[in-house]
Antibody, heavy 121, light 107 residues
């Protein structure tokens, strides 16, 4: 069955970087894009960016441009999201999600379990 | 970016009630509107895509409608497992933005 398993919770100091992994299984990794979405406490879901797992192309939200880097390791069927220059407002649960085309639209049909990143001095 | 606004932000309802949640887009998104359900401590789960198409395995008490800028999610008879937060998301253009969520609580 399809699974996306993320790395564990992280505690970071302001100004540091964090790298979250998303290991996939149960399907052909290079067939579907992986998106990253975060959810700060009490806030709405917020799209950060995505990676074409086939060719490695990426696109990022303007909000995070310059601070976020999404990569993938096809041999490990794993995607990564690195966020730098962390500040307290980056405290959130970070999710990876598989992007699938359904008829004429795209949806997130499988999600990772989420990784809590806490930024605190 | 397209702004998505849900109403209400929260509601209290009883088992068996009919519940309706609305979602409004800041500009036309045709029918590119998805609904997700999120329970505490869990990732979102896809319920409905393209405004009215039910995701496989989702109970038929969930339905969606709308096009353009106004959409609704209806739960015909609320069940105990339906108490959760519901998010709409537009997939018409990037970035795919979400509504602020509607929390459905037990009355």
């Amino acid at each position: 069955q399809v699974q996306l398993v993320q790395s564990g919770a992280e505690v970071k100091k302001p100004g540091a970087s964090v790298k979250v992994s998303c290991k996939t299984s149960g399907y052909s990794f290079r067939t579907y894009a992986i998106h990253w979405v975060r959810q700060a406490p009490g806030q709405r879901l917020e799209w950060m960016g995505w990676i074409n797992t086939g060719n490695g192309d990426t696109k990022y939200s303007q909000k995070f441009q310059g601070r976020v880097t999404i990569t993938r390791d096809t041999s490990a069927s794993t995607a990564y999201m690195e966020l730098s220059s962390l500040r307290s407002e980056d405290t959130a649960v970070y999710y990876c999600a598989r992007d699938v085309e359904y008829r004429e639209t795209y949806v997130y049909d499988y999600w990772g379990q989420g990784t809590l990143v806490t930024v605190s001095s | 970016d397209i702004q998505m606004t849900q109403s209400p932000s929260s509601l209290s309802a009883s088992v068996g009630d009919r519940v309706t949640i609305t979602c409004r887009a800041s500009q036309s998104i045709s029918s590119y509107l998805n609904w997700y359900q999120q329970k505490a401590g869990k990732p979102p789960k896809l319920l409905i895509y393209q405004s009215s198409s039910l995701q496989s395995g989702v109970p038929s008490r969930f339905s969606g409608s709308g096009s353009g800028t106004d959409f609704t999610l209806t739960i015909s008879s609320l069940q105990p497992e339906d108490f959760a937060t519901y998010y709409c998301q537009q997939s018409n253009s990037s970035p795919r933005t979400f509504g602020q969520g509607t929390k459905v609580e037990i009355k």
